[in-house]
């Protein structure tokens, strides 16, 4: 399974910020399998932004959840972050990932994108 980033390098101030994730390998409708994102700012830890299920359910940080909108296109086999406001405090490298939950044993492992830099300036 890949998963490929692709969105802006650059984003505005008080902008939302738009990000595609395509998964290639695997489809997004796998019931094992919670396709999500993760953003590393500079000199800090990575942070969970959200998630969305096979069935579409969503996920999201309390912290990000005003801000946050994850959505999916089977059709495309994709899923989409927006981040709306943006600050320059949403300045990293943005991270799309598929949690997969092994059903017999219930171990869980991830596939990773390689991740995208995104930078909040005027």
């Known amino acids: 399974v890949q998963l490929q980033e692709s969105g802006p390098g650059l984003v505005k101030p008080s902008e939302t910020l738009s990000l595609t994730c395509t998964v290639s390998g695997g489809s997004i409708t796998t019931n094992s399998v919670v396709w999500g994102w993760i953003r590393q700012p500079p000199g800090k830890e990575p942070e969970w932004m959200g998630a969305?299920?096979?069935?579409?359910?969503?996920y999201y940080n309390p912290s990000l959840k005003s801000r946050t909108s994850i959505s999916r296109d089977t059709s495309k086999n994709q899923f989409t972050l927006q981040l709306s406001s943006v600050a320059p405090r949403d300045t990293a490298v943005y991270y799309c990932?598929?949690?997969?939950?092994?059903?017999?044993?219930?171990?869980?492992?991830?596939?990773w994108g390689q991740g995208t830099q995104v930078t909040v300036s005027s």
């Open positions: 990932n598929g949690k997969v939950t092994i059903p017999s044993s219930g171990a869980q492992f991830r596939y």
């Open positions: 969305i299920d096979a069935s579409g359910t969503t």
